[in-house]
Nanobody, 114 residues
């Protein structure tokens, strides 16, 4: 059974940065395309970025140029570096397989506000 544990969220001012982490256990992490999703209040969960086993990355237009997804296969950990944060980035952030195959973790809250 795969477990996902997200961390690193918090309150940050507009223009600030945060680095999210996702620890993955119970799966051969290195083989999977992994993704970050987010869900803002009253909105559907959306795909933010993903990275395949070879390190190829792709981003939603709303975060392109500001966010960077990466992975450390030795540590079974996924990362999301978020720079130039905007109030509209406020959401709960989740990691999962790109196809959302696994049970969702608790997520980590990111709040961008002055």
């Amino acid at each position: 059974q795969v477990q996902l544990v997200e961390s690193g969220g918090g309150l940050v001012q507009p223009g600030g940065s945060l680095r999210l982490s996702c620890a993955v256990s119970g799966s051969i992490f290195s083989r999977h395309t992994m993704a970050w999703f987010r869900q803002a209040p009253g909105k559907q969960r959306e795909l933010v970025a993903h990275i395949n086993s070879g390190g190829f990355t792709n981003y939603a237009d709303s975060v392109k140029g500001r966010f960077a997804i990466s992975r450390d296969n030795a540590k079974n950990t996924l990362y999301l570096q978020m720079n130039s944060l905007k109030p509209e980035d406020t959401a709960v952030y989740y990691c999962n397989h790109i196809l959302a195959l696994w049970a969702w973790g608790q997520g980590t809250q990111v709040t961008v506000s002055s």
